[in-house]
Structure formats: C-alpha cells, structure tokens
C-alpha cells in the first residue's frame, strides 16, 4: 500500500463548481497533515494544515478522519486561479519530521 | 513574507561532475530538508538537519550525496559524481521551532545531467 495515496484525476471543472480531493495514508502513527498546491514546474505551497476537528479557510475546507487514515479538501467556487497540482502531505513525526508527499491531482478549472 | 532562497535556478551539469545546489532557508528555523522531484513524479524526501547534523536520510540519499551548512545562513547539497537519474528539481525546505510546523519551500533547482 503506498504511503499516501490520492485521487489519481485529473479533474476539469467549470469556474464556480465545487471539487474535492480525497487522500488516504498508511502510517496510523501520522501526526500532522497538509494540503499544497503545487503549480507546473513551482515549488509546494502550503495551502493548509489539517486538523482533527476540521478547518476553513475562506473557499477550502479540509477533514481529517483518524480512524480511516483519510484526508479531503473541498474547494467551493473554484477560480481560474485554483488550477493546480493539489498535494496530500503527512508528517509521520518524531525527531526528523519528514514529509511525505502523494503524488496529487491535477486540476484544471475551466471558464 | 520570509522565504527560502535558492540558486541557482537551473543547472546544466555533464554525467560524472560534482554538483553543489544552495539553499539560504528562512533566517528562525531551525529544521533544514532537501526534497527533489524527478519530473512526472512525487516529491520525495531526501535528507533532514538539524543541530548541525544529519536527523534522517533516504535511500535515495547515498554516498554521492552530502549536506552542509557552512555558515549561519546557507545549507548546500552537494552531488558528487552525477547520474543521468539526478535530473529533477530539488527543493530546499525549512521550519521552525516546532518539527511538525508546516515546511516551507524554496523554489527549486532544476538539475540537468547530460
């Protein structure tokens, strides 16, 4: 079973649409949890943190599900903008805090 | 915003010469990693420091790879003897006090080996 493992896409939605990105991971001893976005030949950037609770921040939202080892990020009235590589990140923990990196979704948002 | 910095963008390098790639991380953090990307693929993790030593390794990160922070403000890795299957980008990354704080990137060498 891979590490972390995501919808393989790609996704093409129309502007205002709403998507979402689900990621599963193996390591049951995560400890943090990320989503990036990662634009053709950029480097990842932060997005958000996912919390255990759940979190918002304006368009995204972000669900962590401990149990199931599953993480998702729902994007509401998608902008041209969103068009991007979306990265499922873990951090398995400990002194080294390494990431581990899905292989994301790539998605298109079209006018 | 702070940022992490790295030079140079893009490096053109023939099969079997050493390479160094630098990364200048955010000025407060104290964790250091390399990451690269082979391109089509995954980011993978390559290496992490802190307290000026090496915390963990991949299998990726052999003996034709060396990290180093020379002063108080860089962090390089060195590629000795190049592959063809070096070519990717590499990303510096950097975080804070707290291991579990989000990384944040440099924008990347583009690695090229002829």
């Known amino acids: 079973r891979k590490e972390v493992e995501q919808d393989p896409g790609p996704f093409n939605v129309p502007e205002g649409a709403t998507v979402a990105f689900n990621c599963t991971y193996s390591?049951?001893?995560?400890?943090?949890f990320f989503w990036y976005r990662q634009d053709c030949r950029k480097e990842p950037k932060l997005l958000m943190s996912?919390?255990?609770s759940g979190n918002e921040d304006g368009r995204f939202t972000a669900q962590l599900n401990r149990a199931s080892q599953y993480i998702s990020l729902l994007i509401r009235d998608s902008k041209l903008s969103d068009s991007a590589t979306y990265l499922c990140?873990?951090?398995?923990?400990?002194?080294?805090?390494?990431?581990?990196f899905g292989k994301g979704t790539l998605l298109t948002v079209n006018p | 915003e702070p940022e992490v910095t790295q030079t140079p963008s893009h490096q053109v390098t023939q099969m079997g010469q050493e390479v160094i790639l630098r990364c200048v991380p955010i000025s407060n953090h104290l964790y250091f990693y390399w990451y690269r990307q082979i391109l089509g693929q995954k980011v993978e993790f390559l290496v992490s420091?802190?307290?000026?030593?090496?915390?963990?390794k991949s299998e990726i990160f052999d003996d034709q790879f060396s990290v180093e922070r020379p002063d108080g403000s860089n962090f390089t890795l060195k590629i000795r003897s190049t592959k063809l299957e070096d070519s990717a980008m590499y990303f510096c990354?950097?975080?804070?006090?707290?291991?579990?704080?989000?990384?944040?990137f440099g924008d990347g060498t583009r690695l090229s080996i002829l």
């Open positions: 990354a950097s975080t804070g006090t707290g291991g579990l704080q989000p990384q944040h």
């Open positions: 390591n049951s001893a995560s400890q943090s």
């Open positions: 420091f802190y307290n000026n030593e090496i915390s963990e």
């Open positions: 996912v919390y255990s």
């Open positions: 990140v873990v951090n398995v923990g400990g002194s080294n805090y390494k990431l581990t």
